[in-house]
């Protein structure tokens, strides 16, 4: 049974752009959350989706973006990048989501310039 | 809100050994989940073992262990035999299981853990 498959694992920007970072979760697995990681902040939940809808949100501005599709793969977008949005941007998956365990894909890791 | 505590930055142990990692945490609910994860430098974050607050066993996974104190809101992780594969970054985290947040874990700053051979 195939992981959690994230695309790209590097990405390189400049300020001011935007990017797209996409998460296919594990077959099956319905529910879908992104996580940013830095090393002054640590881990961070940014949102999670269920069935295409978005069910939970962390303390991140709008320019954090996420939406999921009906296959359950899910998207998250940052528009109008900035050199503090630099972070390896983890998407984890699960059947429902309640209390189970999180399966975690290996990440992108994203350089704003 | 609730808060996770890893108090030790970085630990090492020899192999073969037994180390502990401390956590601690902070919170007004009853009902939660607490996890261990290993993050290897490969950086995939890999679940070492769960916890159910209303289970008062602790968890065991193979030479991994918990010592969950509910009271005391302490949730410490036990490797036994430690091997080179066991070298790591390894985070506490926390999961509400009321509704709305289930999907959100709060972790710690995470531990960096060497194995000498």
């Known amino acids: 049974k195939a992981g959690v498959t994230q695309t790209p694992r590097y990405l390189i920007k400049t300020r001011g752009q935007q990017v797209t970072l996409s998460c296919s979760p594990i077959?099956?697995?319905?529910?879908v959350s992104w996580y940013q990681q830095t090393p002054g902040q640590g881990l961070q939940f940014l949102f999670e989706?269920?069935?295409?809808?978005?069910?939970n949100k962390g303390n991140f501005p709008g320019r954090f973006s996420g939406r999921q599709f009906s296959n359950s793969r899910s998207e998250m977008n940052v528009s109008t990048l900035e050199l503090g949005d630099s972070a390896l941007y983890l998407c984890?998956?699960?059947?429902?989501?309640?209390?189970?365990?999180?399966?975690f894909g290996s990440g992108t890791q994203l350089s704003v310039l | 809100a609730q808060t996770v505590t890893q108090s030790q930055p970085e630990m090492s142990v020899q192999e073969a050994e037994t180390v502990t990692l401390s956590c601690t945490y902070d919170?007004?609910?009853?009902?939660?989940?607490l996890f261990w994860y290993k993050q290897p430098p490969s950086r995939q974050m890999i679940l070492v073992i769960r916890?159910?607050?209303?289970?008062?066993q602790n968890a065991t996974e193979n030479r991994f262990s918990v010592n969950f104190q509910k009271a005391a809101k302490s949730f410490s992780l036990k490797i036994s035999d430690s091997q080179l594969g066991d070298a790591a970054m390894y985070f506490c985290?926390?999961?509400?299981?009321?509704?709305?947040?289930?999907?959100?874990?709060?972790f710690g700053k995470g531990t960096k853990l060497s194995v000498k051979p």
């Open positions: 989706y269920f069935s295409e809808t978005q069910r």
């Open positions: 077959s099956g697995h319905r529910s």
């Open positions: 919170t007004s609910e009853s009902d939660y989940y």
């Open positions: 984890a998956s699960s059947r429902q989501g309640f209390g189970e365990k999180l399966f």
């Open positions: 985290a926390y999961r509400t299981n009321y509704g709305g947040s289930q999907g959100n874990l709060i």
């Open positions: 916890q159910e607050a209303y289970k008062q």
